[in-house]
Every structure is written in structure tokens, then in C-alpha cells.
T-cell receptor
Framework: SQKIEQNSEALNIQEGKTATLTCNYT??????LQWYRQDPGRGPVFLLL?????KEKRKERLKVTFDTTLKQSLFHITASQPADSATYLC???????????FGSGTRLQVQP | DVKVTQSSRYLVKRTGEKVFLECVQD?????MFWYRQDPGLGLRLIYF???????EKGDIPEGYSVSREKKERFSLILESASTNQTSMYLC?????????????FGPGTRLTVL
């Protein structure tokens, strides 16, 4: 069955450093992958989408990579700030399938 | 901005009660979803709907039903609430099938079943 793995342990980094979060998937060949941010007690908010034919996508301080050979996506936040502290969820998807399957998320804590 | 609203932020019910959770979206989206979120288990899809009166089971539909009588409104029904249904419930919507299905989430309802 499909499996999505995100590091369940929190990632603690110092302000100004680059945070790198990992999303691995198995038994799956998604056409794209989405990343969401979730703050405590709130619903997730969409951040970025990367398609299978794209190696890298950037948006401001965010960068996402998608390696279909390794079955992995990496999510980077450069020059991290305490306001970036949140849980980040990955969600692989297929075109033509309306529903997404979400990973359980990785909590990022940026220390000032 | 797309807005997805949920009827309650917090709800406390007793075992055996029938519970209705309401979700409304204002962007004419075709698709609407109900998830529950539990620590360590992430977001799990309960049901989704791709049109009025149409629905499909997600990964964990047991103990739940849904209703979509109008395009903007999607209701989740717990026919007989049980303590193991204590959870955070999140509603989401997304545009049509041809898009890459970015989902817009509501603020969530934290349901406690006593």
C-alpha cells in the first residue's frame, strides 16, 4: 500500500540557518507533490506544488525538490525565522484523482 | 480569497449522540473533503464529494456519513458518536478535477466525545 514518511521528530534549528525537511514515499508514483504549513489549532495552508517533470521549485525563501528516482521530496527554508516555526506536511497527488494523501508532518522549531 | 468556514471550533458531545459538522466554502469549488487529524497519524480522509449529492469514501469512512445538498455546503455526520471519534476535524475544498488540486482548509473543529 502507499506510504508517505515524514520525520516525526521535531527539527530544531537556529534562526538564519537553512531548514531541510524530507518527504519519502513508497509504492507510489505521484504526478506532483504539494507542501502545506500548519500552525497549532489551525488548518493547513498550501505553500508549493512541484510536478514530476520539475526538479526544483522556488518561492521566496522556500525551495522544493522532487526526485522521482529516490521517491523523495526535500523542502528547504533558507534564512529561517522564528515565524517559520510550524508543522509542514507533504502530500503527493495524481492528476485526475481529486483526493490527496497527506504525510503526518514534521514540526519545525526555529530558535531565535 | 477562498474562505472555508466550519460551524464550530470546539464541540463536546456525549457517546451515542448524533453529531453534525458543517462546512461552507465560498469559491464555487467542485470538490469538498472531510479529514480527521490525530497526533502521530496525520490527516486521514473520511469522505469527499466532487459534486452535489455525489460522495466517495475515503480511508476511514466507518462510523461517518456525509451530505452535500448544495455545492457550497458539505456536512459530516456522526450517526452515533463514540469516544474514539474524539479528534480534530478539518474540512477542505479544491477546484475542478483538471487543476492540481490545491486544497483550501477550514479552521477545524475539535470534537470531544465523552
Amino acid at each position: 500500500s502507499q506510504k508517505i514518511e515524514q520525520n516525526s521528530e521535531a527539527l530544531n534549528i537556529q534562526e538564519g540557518k537553512t531548514a531541510t525537511l524530507t518527504c519519502n514515499y513508497t509504492n507510489y508514483s505521484p504526478a506532483y507533490l504539494q507542501w502545506y504549513r500548519q500552525d497549532p489549532g489551525r488548518g493547513p495552508v498550501f505553500l508549493l506544488l512541484i510536478r514530476e517533470n520539475e526538479k526544483e521549485k522556488r518561492k521566496e525563501r522556500l525551495k522544493v525538490t522532487f526526485d522521482t528516482t529516490l521517491k523523495q521530496s526535500l523542502f528547504h527554508i533558507t534564512a529561517s525565522q522564528p515565524a517559520d516555526s510550524a508543522t509542514y506536511l507533504c502530500a503527493p497527488g495524481d492528476t485526475g484523482r481529486r483526493a490527496l494523501t497527506f504525510g503526518s508532518g514534521t514540526r519545525l522549531q526555529v530558535q531565535p | 480569497d477562498v474562505k472555508v468556514t466550519q460551524s464550530s471550533r470546539y464541540l463536546v458531545k456525549r457517546t451515542g449522540e448524533k453529531v453534525f459538522l458543517e462546512c461552507v466554502q465560498d469559491m464555487d469549488h467542485e470538490n469538498m473533503f472531510w479529514y480527521r487529524q490525530d497526533p502521530g497519524l496525520g490527516l486521514r480522509l473520511i469522505y469527499f464529494s466532487y459534486d452535489v449529492k455525489m460522495k466517495e469514501k475515503g480511508d476511514i469512512p466507518e462510523g461517518y456519513s456525509v451530505s452535500r445538498e448544495k455545492k457550497e455546503r458539505f456536512s459530516l455526520i456522526l450517526e452515533s458518536a463514540s469516544t474514539n471519534q474524539t479528534s480534530m476535524y478539518l474540512c477542505a475544498s479544491s477546484p475542478d478535477r483538471d487543476s492540481y488540486n490545491e486544497q483550501f482548509f477550514g479552521p477545524g473543529t475539535r470534537l470531544t466525545v465523552l
